[in-house]
């Protein structure tokens, strides 16, 4: 249900963007043509903003910058490359000098940007209200240790240590699991609820028992946080 539902907000945003961009140089199939190239914008900020820490603001707002930026670049070249398909579909291929320029708003940054940041909002709180009317179940995650297959649900996992090439997985019955996924993709793959409190650590915040503004404990186990990740989990724990 919940794949259906979120499958049907796009079709819905695409239909309200195609509303937005219909005008007397496009007819509707063409404005829904063109209001499904948002969509790689919509998605990139979906998945790329939420990866920037702002354990370093300055930093962050930077890498923000940085990605807006590219994304927004992106989206116009993608409506380049789509008006030049639809002047040819459209048989104009011979007779260039009759084409049609590209409306202004395609080209306007503001204009992609605000369409793009609507779509994003708009699936972020839709998620958020899935996650509540259709709670996930619960999927173990799967990896290879010692050249053996382990599945653990997420909620197993106090902590992910991370070791040059090597990570280890502390389990809560007190395993420790030597895998080779590198600790950022374990961030990604695990997800909400694991907080990296230091280069070396991901840490499970259901299972944090006591911090402070130098380390966390887990099960007994103190872990140090650093300065670098310090403050973004001061923010956290002090909500």
Partial sequence: MRKVLS?????AAILLVAAVMTSPRYRFAESLFFGTLFLPGALAVKYFYPKVSFADRTSGIKDIAFITIGIVLGEIMLFLMAHYVLQVMRDDFGNIYAWEDLPDLLLNPVF???MISALAVGNYFFDKWLE???PAERKPVT????RKSVSLIADEILFIE???TVT????TDGRHYRNKTPISQWESILGDGFIRIHRAYLVNSAHIES????SVTIKGCELPVSRKYS???NEIFSN
Avoid at 7 to 11: G, Y
């Fill in 162 to 164: 991370s070791n040059d």
């Fill in 211 to 214: 911090f402070d503004k130098d």
């Fill in 7 to 11: 499958i049907s907000f796009w079709l």
């Fill in 143 to 146: 990896f290879l240790s010692e």
């Fill in 168 to 171: 280890t997985v502390v389990a």
């Fill in 112 to 114: 992609i940007a605000i």
């Fill in 132 to 134: 509540k009317r259709y």
């Fill in 231 to 233: 403050e973004t989990v």
